[in-house]
């Protein structure tokens, strides 16, 4: 039988994840859901995401950290300024590591895992 649970992190209305933090049906019961949801972002922990904002720049770095108002921390982070012209990304600059308030944060995006042969 599904059981609901209330979801535990507040968004703000701008911030949209690409992957939901957690889910508002559970078919297991006895796992909780701010387990599901603690366990899907230890998983992003180290990995490359991409984030935009609503002045337009995108940061790119390591995922560090996060909280219940979705703010985000970054490490070896760059940051991209949007450009009128689509084909030239510009030069990044680097900011090492940044925070970003949740409610400047538009969207994330997880670069995928590379395989290690590559």
Do not use: W
């Not at 949209?16 to 909780?32: A, D, K, N």
């Not at 970003?100 to 944060?105: Q, T």
Request: charged residues 20%; aromatic residues 4%.
């Amino acid at each position: 039988a599904l059981k609901r649970f209330p979801v535990p992190l507040v968004r703000p209305q701008n911030c949209s994840l690409i992957l939901p933090l957690s889910p508002l049906i559970q078919e297991q019961p006895e796992v909780s859901s701010s387990s599901q949801a603690r366990q899907k972002l230890e998983g992003l922990l180290n990995k490359n995401m991409r984030i935009r904002m609503t002045d337009g720049r995108t940061l790119v770095g390591l995922f560090l950290c996060t909280d219940r108002d979705c703010n985000v921390i970054l490490g070896s982070a760059q940051e991209f300024l949007k450009s009128s012209d689509t084909f030239s990304q510009g030069e990044p600059r680097v900011l090492g590591l940044a925070m970003i308030p949740g409610h400047h944060v538009v969207s994330i995006e997880v670069e995928a895992d590379t395989p290690s042969y590559l």
